[in-house]
């Protein structure tokens, strides 16, 4: 929970931090859009070729915008944890489905013998109970995923049946596609959270958002909402970690027992949450009035947005990406 | 900044009446501590004057200046309050921007904010601290945070609500060196809601509340004096008040039975 990026600005004076968060906010969006409007891989070498190359081009440019941050590739992978499994599910479901001329990549025989599920359940049992103690939890279990698929080729004894496994040449080129899409994204929607303050952030929508109030929406409201629950994700997540400490030290276990139980025992984290939440709430609303903030008032501006040359040319590089994708798309 | 509560009144539902007919002027320039126990009604005269609640019944005048909805918007330019809850007053995501948030809602100039960010946060000493988030400071260092914030606005008159009650003794006393520093060096009027005794003693006057009426108001000195009221308000006396208290009532000869006194008073044996 600690590694959740989302609010974790990292302080620094690289190119990408000084940018202006409306030239960053537009063109990490525009580039966004650009990568998933990459064409899927077509059923011929040159269609997969294409896709490829643009997916790789894109990895290049997203590489060099992370280097340029200068935050520590760890702050990156830290955020991309927590939407391993994501990945993985998608990859595993798009190699598992037939596609296009459904050329066959792997054709495998697996026999149902009572020995060789017990082996496997055996594995699954121990890795639960040694999951604590289990260094890159996620790899070993893929690890002893296939090693349970290799064991299942073998007939090891007292067979029931069998069924074919068959893993598809599109699938596999789809998965990684999509992998790699999802995985680009995700980079780019960290550089922006990572490299820009989130009242710089705020600012920028609420600049975005301002011919909106030409409709008589108060954008200036929805900019201190989010601003806000940007202020406050830290805070909350730090009363989480003592609620949970707490309700351990009571006895209650949040990573063991049945499906029900684990729903009681969060019940247990959620109402403590949810009355220290709106404690807080009506407490900051208080020192927010006291300060003399009028919802909808006008105020001035400490930090001020500046449209620099840098903004410019880094804008620029974006729309050509971007018209370069929609041309190709096109065509 | 001059303040009068003239026949206050006020309850939160028909069985809980805080305040009955509360009278209390508080002079411009004078430091006021209002001392009571839990649920004496000393944060709800805070919260009436910031215009947070409204009263049932009576006036508040700041300045002869009556405050009331109309006029709460401009009166809360005088006033600031320091809450006791560091985190739920901690608006900004850094230090910098928690200062400038009144002095954005007053309007003031960018230049003027960061001037006054500057100048308040190395009253505070906290100046290394401009960037830091709020979960990187102590609690003490948040309240500071929080009282260079409400110097920032230049007001007349401050209030701190309790404080110190959620700090740790090294909070509490950065807390109250702070505030003998504002008395000390600023003309402004200060009200300190407290329970506790010793942060009152800094004040020109203590007025000590039980059940929304004074029962008592002077100097620490006359009020310390009155160990009985304190006690039937609820309050625990200061360990030195109570020794001075209890040797008046006794005799003694010499040093030696002076010092086993003390010694018994103070272990309560």
Known sequence: MNNIALGQYVDGKSIIHKLDPRTKLLSLMLLMIAVFLIPKPLNNSFGRTASFIMLGGFAVIILMIVLFTKISLIKYLNSLKQLAFLFIFTFIIQLLTPQGDNKLLLDLNLNLSIVGILIIIAWIVLFILLRKFIPLKLFVFLGLTCLSIYLLTYDLGFSFGSFKLKLYEDGLYNGSFFFTRIFLVIMLSTVLTLTTKPTDLTSAIEWYLHPLTYLKINVSIFAMIISLALRFIPTLFNETQKILKAQSSRGVDFKEGTLKEQISQIISLLIPMLVISFKRAADLADAMEARGYIPGAPRTKLNIMKFGLSDLFSFIITLIIFATIIIIKVI | ?269
């Open chain 2, 1 to 269: 900044m001059k303040v009068r509560f003239n026949n206050v009144s006020f309850a939160y539902d028909e069985e809980s009446v805080v305040l009955k007919n509360f009278n209390l002027t508080i002079n411009d320039g004078e430091m006021v501590a209002i001392l009571g126990h839990n649920g004496s009604g000393k944060s709800t005269i805070a919260k009436i004057m910031m215009g947070l609640l409204e009263v049932e019944k009576g006036e508040i005048y700041l300045n002869d200046k009556v405050l009331n909805m109309d006029t709460i918007e401009e009166c809360r330019n005088h006033m600031s309050i320091i809450f006791q809850n560091p985190d739920n007053q901690f608006v900004g995501v850094t230090v910098k921007d928690d200062i400038a948030f009144g002095l954005e809602n007053k309007q003031l100039p960018r230049e003027e904010i960061l001037n006054r960010i500057q100048k308040y946060l190395r009253l505070v000493s906290m100046e290394d601290f401009i960037d830091h988030a709020p979960e990187e400071l102590s609690g003490g260092q948040k309240q500071r945070v929080a009282i260079a914030g409400a110097l920032a606005m230049e007001s007349e008159l401050m209030i701190f609500d309790e404080s110190t009650s959620m700090l740790d003794p090294k909070g509490t006393k950065e807390v109250n060196e702070m505030i003998k520093k504002i008395k000390n060096e600023n003309n402004k009027t200060i009200i300190v809601i407290t329970h506790n005794l010793e942060e009152a003693s800094y004040a020109d006057r203590i007025v000590v509340l039980n059940s929304g009426e004074v029962v008592t108001d002077g100097t620490p000195k006359e009020v310390f004096k009155k160990i009985e009221v304190l006690e039937a308000s609820g309050l625990k006396t200061m360990e030195s008040v109570s020794i001075i208290h209890n040797l008046k009532n006794k005799e003694y000869k010499n040093k030696k039975e002076i010092e086993e006194a003390l010694w018994e008073l103070t272990f309560n044996e």
